[in-house]
């Protein structure tokens, strides 16, 4: 390692800091669990008792897996739609970008523990980056996806037959994974914000 002639003090440990990345971090996981139940569904799954027949059980069996398959196949449907869609490179680009950089930011924050500059290079393109709240091309992303929709036309007797409750709808489902993106950047940023207010030479 470097001799140092003169070191200076560490600086104590950003506990509050840390504190507050972890507690956001949860609620970034919850957005990302809010995610993936958007695109999978909602499976109601039945326990059985342990007398139930070995033909019951193997018939719940085959139910369960017809319903997997249905759900893998709306899951194709729904991820097919938004990729159809010009602005959906936007979006996940800023996703990735700006989970990568806060993410690395908070890193080398939380390891800095001397007086001198930090050099990070997470930190120049966190300064490089604007309005981390908004994500980017999400409006253009619900117009797109609203222009879309517009091109299916259905029958009336069509539509009084469906029996789609709400949360099954693919538009419906579609939001949800567009708020949880927009929820999830806003989280990161609150993180950005944070490491900030402790990066007191850079």
């Known amino acids: 390692p470097m001799v140092q002639m003169v070191p200076?003090?560490?600086?104590?440990?950003?506990?509050?800091?840390?504190d507050f990345?972890?507690?956001?971090?949860?609620?970034?996981?919850?957005?990302?669990?809010?995610?993936l139940l958007a695109m999978h569904g909602h499976q109601v799954e039945h326990t059985w008792e342990s007398h139930t027949?070995?033909?019951?059980l193997?018939?719940?069996?085959?139910?369960?897996?017809?319903?997997?398959?249905k759900s893998d196949a709306q899951e194709q449907r729904i991820h097919d739609l938004m990729q159809r869609q010009p602005s959906w490179a936007q979006v996940t680009g800023d996703v990735k970008e700006t989970t990568r950089?806060?993410?690395?930011?908070?890193?080398a924050v939380l390891q800095h523990a001397t007086e001198e500059?930090?050099?990070?290079?997470?930190?120049?393109?966190?300064?490089?980056m604007s309005n981390l709240t908004k994500l980017d091309g999400l409006e253009e992303f619900y117009q797109q996806l609203s222009a879309e929709g517009m091109k299916t036309v259905k029958e009336n007797q069509a539509i009084f037959d469906d029996k789609c409750i709400v949360t099954h709808l693919r538009?419906?489902?579609?939001?949800?994974?567009?708020n949880a993106l927009s929820l999830l950047t806003q989280h990161c940023a609150?993180?950005?914000a944070k490491c900030f207010e402790h990066m007191l030479y850079f």
Do not use: H, W
């Open 101 to 107: 950089n806060v993410f690395g930011v908070c890193y």
């Open 190 to 192: 609150a993180i950005s």
């Open 171 to 178: 538009r419906t489902r579609i939001g949800v994974v567009a």
């Open 21 to 35: 990345s972890v507690d956001q971090m949860r609620l970034v996981l919850g957005d990302l669990e809010m995610l």
């Open 8 to 18: 200076g003090t560490r600086t104590a440990f950003k506990k509050p800091l840390f």
């Open 58 to 69: 193997v018939e719940e069996a085959a139910k369960k897996r017809k319903a997997e398959l």
């Open 117 to 128: 500059s930090l050099g990070a290079s997470e930190v120049k393109a966190l300064r490089g």
């Open 53 to 56: 027949s070995k033909e019951r």
